[in-house]
C-alpha cells in the first residue's frame, strides 16, 4: 500500500499555530503518514496586492516552527520549480514522485471558496482528495460534492489568527510569542523580518 500524502499549501507568511493545529489535526483525522506544509514560491493570488517575504525565509520559517513534530514537514518543491506556484503542478509533480501514494489536499473554509479560479482545476480533482478544514471568519463552503471532488471534511480547533494579523502585530511591535512557535518567532527576530516600524 501507497503512502498516504497531505499537501497543505500556504504563503505562510509567516507560518502560525493555526496552520499547525489544522495540519496535525488532517493528518490524525484521515490518518495520513505526513502532511507537507508546502511553501509558495510566487503565491499568483497574493502577488502584485502587497509584499511577500522572501520564499527561503518563509522556509525557513515553516522548517524552524515543524521541528520534529512527527509527521510534520516543510515542503520546498514549489521553490526548486521556481515562478508562479500552482497546485496543479505541486501535485502531478508529487504524483511523480510517489506514484502509489494516495494525495489529500488540505485548504481552509476560506480558500475552498477560491478554488474555482485555480489554475488546471480539473487536474487538482482528478489527483487529490480535498480535505476541508474549518476556519473562524469564513463560511462553510458548500456543493464541492457535485463539483467533482472527492472531498472530506476536518474538525480543527477553531483559532482565529492569520498571518495578515501576525504581519501587523510584528510592525507595530506587539508579541508574537504563542500565535507562532518559539523557533520560529527566534528566527524573526534574528533575521529582522516583520520589523518594519520597530
Ligand atoms: P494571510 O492572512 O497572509 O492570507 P493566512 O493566515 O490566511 O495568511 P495562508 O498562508 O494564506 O495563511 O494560508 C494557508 C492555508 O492555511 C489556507 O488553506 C488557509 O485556509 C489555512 N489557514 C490559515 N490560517 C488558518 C487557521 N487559523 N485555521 C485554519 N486554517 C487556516
Ligand atoms: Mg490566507
Known sequence: ??????????????????????????RAALGLDRVILMVANVPWQKAGTRVVTGAE????????AVG???GLEAGRLELDRGGE?????T????HGLHPDAELFLVVGWDVAFDLPSWERIEHVKE????????RPGAGRPRGLD?????????????LEISSTDLRSRAAEGRPLDYLIPESAVHFITSHGLYAVGR
Request: glycine share 10%; hydrophobic share 50%; net charge negative.
Open 68 to 70: 520534529d513534530v512527527p
Open 146 to 158: 457535485g463539483d467533482g471532488w472527492r472531498v472530506v471534511e476536518v474538525s480543527v480547533p477553531n
Open 57 to 64: 525565509e518563509r522556509f525557513a520559517l515553516v522548517q524552524a
Open 91 to 94: 501535485l502531478a509533480e508529487l
Open 85 to 89: 506556484s500552482y497546485s496543479a503542478d
Open 127 to 134: 489527483l487529490a482528495t480535498l480535505v476541508l478544514v474549518n
Open 1 to 26: 500500500m501507497g503512502e498516504r500524502i497531505g499537501v497543505f499549501g500556504g504563503t505562510f507568511d509567516p507560518i502560525h499555530v493555526g496552520h499547525l493545529v489544522a495540519a496535525v489535526n488532517a
